[in-house]
């Protein structure tokens, strides 16, 4: 799943849509800010909450020094991919 990144947010918010480099890409705003992968790990966890999975089972791919990032969920795609679809309209 491709994500964007805003770092430094004001409050952790996961929704909406970005045309980035890997497709259609869901936004996640995370407070944390964009050094040393706090960000990173941050939008890991904001990820699985909003996708009702474990932490675990989100894992990074690609992007880890980039605002741009593919994730992979280890969860049945038939769940991912309906709460993705209403996360990216919203």
């Known amino acids: 799943m491709?994500?964007?990144v805003r770092p430094g947010a004001g409050r952790t918010r996961v929704g909406g849509s970005?045309?980035?480099p890997h497709g259609a890409a869901l936004i996640v705003a995370v407070?944390?800010?964009a050094v040393d992968g706090r960000a990173t790990e941050a939008v890991r966890r904001a990820?699985?909450?909003a996708l009702g999975v474990r932490a675990a089972d989100v894992a990074l791919r690609i992007g880890a020094t980039s605002r741009d990032k593919v994730f992979t969920v280890d969860a049945p795609a038939g769940?991912?991919?309906s709460r993705l679809a209403r996360l990216l309209t919203g």
Do not use: C, I, S, T
């Open 31 to 33: 407070g944390a800010p």
């Open 79 to 81: 769940e991912v991919e």
């Open 18 to 20: 970005y045309p980035g």
């Open 47 to 49: 990820l699985a909450d």
């Open 2 to 4: 491709a994500v964007r």
